[in-house]
């Protein structure tokens, strides 16, 4: 009898966990299973003689409208997630997306560089970086938020706390909960998108590694190669390995470049306005300029082991650190909480209040041309005298 993988067993273990929440959930809500405790009252308790309001449906909020947005936008939210999981698994490990062949010159010497081996032999492998782009931010998160979070308790500074308004003025997520989650969220789908956009360009452009030919392998003297300018475009000529040939059509942009530069952009911004505290002047640009080295690091490796161009690596950057900025400063504020009614209310006095009169006061050179104009008036006015 087969054994069972971890992965599938723990996976096995968590639908029936999710399946027992759903189970319970159930028999609380539409069975008696669960006996009811039957609570007293005092004779003609006021607390209790309020008039009927009516059926739940006539409420102002009734349960259907409440069920839908509280389920509907998770979904949606999900659906968009699962979305781009999806779209990156099919350009990542299927052959969906048909690779753009592109043609080379014979002996062309862009391509001639040596095959430096699989990728689990560089000097960053692709376990590596993935295992640092997904562990380090998530855990520098987490820890940042819960420090924000432990200093707004102990400094009461309940003002600045975020709040997710669910049924009136009541009920909200924990703050600390919240930001995580938007932020890890966030992070994730940008992960996810980069890669995307990676796999995209590679897949357009096709565009040759740098030791293409070690592995393409072509006969010269089957494709009358006699000349160096003459062009060889058929999807025939290389006699290598398929799979191999395939991955070194696919090096534009640099993927390794791209998640490196937006884990480190997305982690560095994060750190530079999350944390305010006295003494990190010099702490803060040492920790993000040393993230951005080390993206910078992992881009050169690429092309210092010939395994990209620099035009892929510096394509993977800015796609990387545009995303990381958009995502940053368009959809997530900087990382700032919400800003306080009282400082609404502050500027909205501020527009409100009436203009004010303010006295005019002459300034120096306006009493200086009075003096001289006061001499001069008596001067004329001594020397008409003594006439």
Same mark, same amino acid.
Request: net charge neutral.
């Given at each position: ?39 007293? /009252?005092?004779?003609?308790? #006021?607390?209790?003689? @309020? ?10 909020? &009734?349960?259907?409208? %409440? ?14 997630? $699962?979305?781009?999981?999806? %779209? ?12 753009? +062949?592109?043609? /080379? ?8 560089? &040596?095959?430096? #081996? ?7 492998? &692709? ?16 820890? #940042? ?29 924990? &703050? ?12 994730? /789908? =940008? ?60 090096? /534009?942009?640099?993927?390794? $470049? ?17 944390? @305010? ?10 920790? !993000?300029?040393?993230?951005? !080295?080390?993206?910078?690091?992992? =881009? ?31 959809? +997530? ?27 005019? +006061? ?26």
């Amino acid at each position: 009898m087969p054994v069972p993988s971890p992965l599938t067993s723990m996976l096995y273990f968590q639908m029936v966990i999710m399946a027992g929440t759903v189970m319970l959930a159930y028999y609380f809500e539409y069975t008696d299973t669960f006996t009811v405790n039957v609570q007293g /009252f005092f004779c003609y308790e #006021g607390a209790y003689r @309020k008039p009927y309001p009516g059926p739940e449906d006539r409420s102002a909020v &009734p349960p259907v409208l %409440l069920y839908s947005l509280t389920a509907g936008v998770p979904v949606l939210v999900m659906v968009i997630m $699962a979305g781009t999981v999806m %779209l990156a698994y099919y350009f990542e490990y299927t052959d969906t997306f048909t690779v753009n +062949v592109q043609g /080379f010159f014979c002996y062309e010497g862009a391509y001639r560089k &040596p095959y430096p #081996g699989p990728e689990d032999r560089s000097a960053v492998p &692709p376990v590596l970086l993935y295992s640092l782009t997904a562990g380090v931010p998530v855990l520098v998160i987490i820890v #940042g938020e819960t420090a924000v979070f432990c200093l707004q308790l102990a400094t009461k500074d309940f003002e600045n706390q975020e709040k997710t308004i669910l049924t009136g003025d009541c009920c909200y997520i924990n &703050p600390l909960v919240r930001r995580t989650i938007r932020f890890l969220g966030i992070y994730a /789908f =940008g992960l996810f998108a980069t890669d995307i956009f990676v796999n995209a360009g590679q897949v357009v452009t096709g565009n040759l590694a740098p030791h293409f030919l070690a592995l393409c392998k072509p006969n010269y003297t089957a494709l009358g190669c006699k000349q160096y300018t003459q062009f060889i475009s058929g999807v025939h000529a290389c006699t290598g390995n398929p799979d191999l040939i395939m991955k070194a059509r696919k090096t /534009f942009p640099s993927k390794e $470049a791209a998640l490196s530069i937006y884990a480190a952009m997305y982690l560095a911004m994060y750190i530079t306005n999350t944390v @305010k505290a006295r003494g990190t002047r010099l702490a803060k640009p040492v920790l !993000c300029l040393g993230l951005m !080295c080390l993206a910078f690091l992992t =881009g050169i490796n690429r092309v210092a082991e010939y395994r990209n161009h620099w035009s892929d690596v510096i394509a993977g950057f800015v796609i990387g650190i545009s995303i990381a900025v958009f995502l940053v400063v368009c959809v +997530v504020n900087n990382f700032r909480g919400r800003q306080p009614e009282h400082e609404h209310s502050h500027l909205d006095n501020l527009t409100q209040m009436p203009m004010i009169s303010i006295p005019r +006061v002459e300034s120096p050179l306006e009493k200086s041309a009075s003096f001289c104009a006061n001499i001069k008036d008596r001067l004329l006015s001594e020397i008409s005298y003594w006439e």
